[in-house]
């Protein structure tokens, strides 16, 4: 939730806005500013409070949406990789096969009981 009066994130409520902004580039070093912390001290306090980097949960927030996606819609990879925020499709495909062992275009296919 925001602060209206001063417009500032806590660290907890950061993980709303990242889910809320995955479609988009999320510079850890703006997450500190909207904090107000420096840097360093969000990433190691993120680190303490979720148990990996901030940048590893952005990752995973992007992938969980992407493998929403490739289950539930024909959307295409191109598509799914902008609408999840990943900088071109090759990005895409190369982060979701060393998430998930397998390009995307592989795990729809086993999921709808190909091989």
Do not use: W
Request: proline letters at 2%; one cysteine or more; a neutral charge.
């Amino acid at each position: 939730m925001v602060n209206t009066k001063t417009d500032n994130y806590s660290i907890r409520n950061i993980i709303e806005y990242i889910d809320e902004h995955s479609g988009d580039n999320i510079p850890v070093s703006e997450l500190a500013k909207m904090c107000n912390m420096s840097y360093s001290y969000f990433a190691k306090e993120f680190k303490s409070m979720y148990g990996q980097s901030c940048k590893e949960y952005i990752e995973f927030i992007k992938l969980s949406k992407a493998e929403n996606l490739l289950l539930f819609t024909n959307s295409d990879l191109n598509f799914i990789s902008e609408e999840t925020g990943f900088a071109d499709c090759s990005h895409f495909i190369r982060v979701f096969k060393r998430r998930y062992g397998m390009t995307p275009k592989k795990y729809r296919s086993v999921a709808q009981g190909g091989q």
